[in-house]
Every structure is written in C-alpha cells, then in structure tokens.
C-alpha cells in the first residue's frame, strides 16, 4: 500500500514539473480561430488566438506551424485551425512582417505542437463555430 501510494506522488509531482516547465519557457495553450474579420489593406490578419489559461483573446495574430512536428501537419490542418477545432501549444510573439514594402510588428501565434480537441467553450470567440 505505500509503495502505492510512493508511485502517486511520484507521477503527480512529474506531472506538475511538466507543467512548470511548459510555463517556464513561455509555452501556452492556445485556440486559434478565424475572427471573420475582413479588410482592404493589408495588415489585417483575420485570426484571433484564446488563452486557455487566462481566458484573454488575442487579435490580429498571424499563424506561424513551421515549427510543428510533421504528424501534427495534417492535410486538414488548415481546416481545423480556421473553425478553432485544436488547442495548440506556442507561444505569441511580435514578429516583424512586410506588407507593401512596409515592415510592420505584428503578434504572432507560433506553434510548437497540437494538444487537443478544442472544447465548445473555447470556441466562443470564432466566427465559424
């Protein structure tokens, strides 16, 4: 019974420095969707990314998946993050982007892995729910 009770705490204090790690370098989670907004001159970028943690949306982000393992790259990947259908891992960053012969510093959603199915209520902020 101890011995049992040993493993537990083990694989729960395992569990909460995975998790303290992934806070520690910055790692969030992140539900990115199209805003549904549109416009005439660019930079308008038409996605918007919830904090699952903090509940506090994002927008405007651009969305950066060459960091993604290739299993995480399905074919419809883009489908899925358009309709907020994944939580994804990252981080947001201001990165600089080039519209017109003009650099603008724009936040930018960059995807490090894919950790779920997005819950309903995550999705409320999209436009295509």
Partial sequence: ????ATRILV????????ATEAQADGQGSYVPCDNG????????PST?????????????VWLDIDGLPQQDKA????DKLYAGKLVVAGTIENRPHSFNGKQYSLP???ATGIERTAKDSERKHCSSR
């Fill in 108 to 110: 930018t959603l960059v």
């Fill in 48 to 60: 918007s990314a919830l904090d699952v943690t903090t509940g506090k949306v994002v927008k405007g």
């Fill in 37 to 44: 907004l549109r416009c005439v001159m660019a930079p308008c």
């Fill in 1 to 4: 019974m101890a011995q049992s």
């Fill in 75 to 78: 074919l419809d990947l883009p």
């Fill in 11 to 18: 694989l729960v204090a395992g569990i909460c420095m995975a």
